[in-house]
């Protein structure tokens, strides 16, 4: 991580500015393991406030296979990890903050959720991101909830994350909560048309 970080200072930097975390870093790194050396990478620009733009590229000249082939498996990463979450653009920590805390104290029972639609899926929009969820309730029982909320076919499939992860369906939200909780005191979920990092 590290050997990596320092061949793309200006990428790592740029791309930290905008993310709370190294999952970004993370994923691309392993992803770079899997089809090629670590070696420098490009960067085309920056895309709106708080994200990352899809022309990050790594250099074709570094691997030893097709430069789409390259990208195709970067953009998979990218349609969930890119862009950093709305609701955090809209609102300051210290309010998230503040109303997570309010939340929990006067809803003990009930988790405090932010569901937000991935990038460049075709699934439909949700018209609610901010749920609270009764901690006895599975994740299998939420994404019923999120699929009924927009008003998802029963032929269509559909994909939450956390924290880029597929959560198993059985687990307790209050558990996924417990293990994934941002520091803000909100547990944010990302949902998906598609199987993104089935590709890794």
């Given at each position: 991580?590290?050997?990596?970080?320092?061949?793309?200072?200006?990428?790592?930097?740029?791309?930290?500015?905008?993310?709370?975390?190294?999952?970004?870093?993370?994923?691309?790194?392993?992803?770079?393991?899997?089809?090629?050396?670590?070696?420098?990478?490009?960067?085309?620009?920056?895309?709106?406030?708080?994200?990352?733009?899809?022309?990050?590229?790594?250099?074709?000249?570094?691997?030893?296979?097709?430069?789409?082939?390259?990208v195709s498996l970067v953009d998979s990463i990218l349609l969930i990890t890119m862009a950093k979450s709305?609701?955090?653009?809209?609102?300051?920590?210290?309010?998230?903050?503040?109303?997570?805390?309010?939340?929990?104290?006067?809803?003990?029972?009930?988790?405090?959720?932010?569901?937000?639609?991935?990038?460049?899926?075709?699934?439909?929009?949700?018209?609610?991101?901010?749920?609270?969820?009764?901690?006895?309730?599975?994740?299998?029982?939420?994404?019923?909830?999120?699929?009924?909320?927009?008003?998802?076919?029963?032929?269509?499939?559909?994909?939450?994350?956390?924290?880029?992860?597929?959560?198993?369906?059985?687990?307790?939200?209050?558990?996924?909560?417990?293990?994934?909780?941002?520091?803000?005191?909100?547990?944010?979920?990302?949902?998906?048309?598609?199987?993104?990092?089935?590709?890794?």
């Amino acid at each position: 991580m590290e050997r990596l970080s320092r061949k793309v200072g200006k990428v790592r930097l740029a791309m930290w500015s905008y993310l709370e975390d190294n999952s970004f870093m993370s994923l691309l790194l392993a992803t770079i393991k899997k089809i090629g050396r670590k070696e420098e990478l490009g960067y085309g620009g920056h895309g709106p406030e708080g994200t990352i733009s899809t022309s990050f590229k790594i250099k074709k000249s570094f691997f030893p296979v097709r430069n789409t082939q390259v990208v195709s498996l970067v953009d998979s990463i990218l349609l969930i990890t890119m862009a950093k979450s709305s609701f955090k653009l809209e609102h300051p920590l210290e309010r998230r903050q503040a109303e997570a805390a309010r939340i929990r104290e006067k809803y003990p029972d009930r988790i405090p959720v932010i569901v937000e639609k991935a990038e460049r899926t075709d699934i439909p929009d949700i018209d609610k991101k901010k749920y609270l969820v009764p901690a006895d309730l599975t994740v299998g029982q939420f994404v019923y909830v999120v699929r009924k909320r927009i008003k998802l076919s029963a032929e269509k499939a559909i994909f939450i994350f956390v924290r880029n992860v597929l959560p198993p369906t059985a687990a307790m939200m209050s558990a996924i909560y417990e293990e994934n909780k941002d520091e803000d005191g909100f547990l944010y979920m990302t949902y998906s048309g598609e199987n993104t990092f089935g590709l890794l």
